[in-house]
């Protein structure tokens, strides 16, 4: 689950992590109520979506009186910001946070997260902090810097590492430490799947200040943290995805035309990626699962059928705990509400296998067989016009 930066703001400061003096407002005159709550004579306003590259779309503005800011609020509320992760579509302002400027003498880029490959946390930095760290990223690969936490934390020669990497000054290595493991306490204790902080500034005080920060949940530890499933805001996740989450499905919808419902993640990317070998594109991760029922079965067709961009389905099931009649009977079911056809690629394997066949076939529904993945994302790709 993702939050939004004033929600991250709010949840890290009470690590002790440093965050300039803010608060969130849905109109330009609570805008303007805001900055005049907070000291100086300088603001920043920014738009508040769950998507990067906010600054270079126009979604973060320096105001330095408050007319200005009433102007950026009302600039941004209600737009429809696009920027290089929200797609062609953008995402819809609805809130805008309001915060203090600072002065800026060195800004880097830090973050934290799940390590699969060392099985652990790792911080990962770079001296180049700001909107272009993707840049930074892909063509000097020598700026970032990925560090392992081992289970007692980061060691002081490691934090001596960290300062020199992101040319600190050595007289502040405790204040480092300091900001280092209290991240690393706050993302323990959010069960949280990434922290990060882009910039983290120098100011002209010699302290540090997370100018912005992203904080993502790992939704499998939610259960623990009632008080934070209530930020999350179902606004600016797909509505496909939301419905999908509802009935315990697996579902992430992606750019593509053909619909995918597949039990196991693996099989999953399996399909996907096969897909796309055929010239094709999936339009969703679907993943069911093993202990799925005919209603969910037919709620996961349903989402696939209510896909716009939708031009065909391809359904990999290969059947062990799931049962190969239940995926059969909800296909069935589910085409019954939806009028329009599209081309559905049929591969069912294991559990009741023979069922499910005869069940499609009483039916009457116009389905393509296929015996073998490969077969399956053949047909599904030339039903769109992919290059099969």
Known sequence: MNLHEYQAKSLLKTFALPVPIGAVAIS???????????????????????????????GVTICKTLDEVHAAAEAMLGSVLVTEQTGAAGKLV?????????????????????DRDHECLSFVM????????ETVASTSPERILTLPVGDDGLRDVEIAQVAQFLTL????????KGLLAAMVRAFWALDASLI??????????????????????????????????????LNEEDPLEVKASAFGL?????????????????LAMATMDMIQMKGAKPANFLDVGGGVTEDTVTEGFHLLFSNP????????????????????????RAS????????????????????????????GLDVRWANNLDEAATLAAAAVGGNA
């Open 28 to 58: 330009a005159a609570e805008a303007v109520d805001v900055a005049k709550k907070l000291a100086g004579t300088c603001w920043v306003v920014k738009a508040q979506i769950h998507a990067g590259g906010r600054g270079k779309a126009g």
């Open 94 to 114: 609805q809130r805008i946070y309001v915060e203090q400027a600072s002065t800026i003498v060195q800004e880097c880029y830090l973050s934290l997260l799940v």
């Open 126 to 133: 770079s001296p180049d902090g700001g909107m272009d760290i």
């Open 169 to 176: 000054p050595l007289t502040i290595q405790d204040e480092l």
């Open 196 to 233: 990060e902080i882009n910039p983290l500034v120098l100011t002209e005080d010699n302290d540090f200040c997370l100018l912005d920060a992203k904080v993502s949940l790992d939704d499998n530890g939610l259960y623990r943290h009632g008080d934070l499933q209530a930020l999350r805001d």
């Open 250 to 266: 697996n579902y992430i919808a992606l750019e593509g035309d053909i619909g995918c419902m597949v039990n196991g993640a693996g």
């Open 309 to 332: 961009h939708l031009k065909a389905v391809l359904v990999n099931i290969f059947g062990g705990i799931v049962r190969c009649d239940i995926i059969a009977n909800g296909l069935i």
């Open 336 to 363: 019954a509400m939806h009028a329009e056809r599209v081309p559905v690629v049929l591969r069912l394997v294991g559990t009741h296998e023979q069922a499910g066949r005869e069940i499609i076939e009483a039916s």
